[in-house]
């Protein structure tokens, strides 16, 4: 199977588990009887979506970083900076979520 191939495999199937979760927001908005439902929803996809993209990063930097690796030893560090720097965007959905939770 080709690279996209597993991706949109693995997208669709977050995908499923984002919206498996956000029938539990739908069921605290019926508990609560507030206006927090579109907060829980939207915290739910940003940070899937922050978990997604990351992945996809990780992926494509670390493969690069491999490859680079193998013909230049020394480029060790600077390829886990650049690995680092990659991960980094599942953090930044994280924060923002938190953010979004925050508010309600």
């Known amino acids: 199977m ?4 597993r991706i949109g495999l693995v997208a669709k199937a977050l995908c ?3 919206l498996a979760c956000a029938g539990s927001a ?10 927090n ?15 997604i993209a990351a992945g996809i990063a990780v992926s494509f930097v670390g493969a690069a970083a491999m ?8 480029l060790s560090g600077r390829a ?3 690995v680092g720097l990659a991960e980094g965007i599942a953090i930044y959905g994280l924060i923002i979520a938190i953010m979004i939770l925050n508010k309600v």
């Open 37 to 51: 439902m579109w907060a829980y929803i939207s915290a739910a996809i940003v940070a899937s979506v922050g978990s």
């Open 2 to 5: 080709r690279d996209e191939g």
């Open 16 to 18: 499923g588990a984002c």
């Open 67 to 74: 490859g680079a690796m193998s013909e230049k030893p020394e």
């Open 26 to 35: 739908f069921a605290q908005e019926t508990a609560a009887a507030g206006g």
């Open 80 to 82: 886990l900076i650049y």
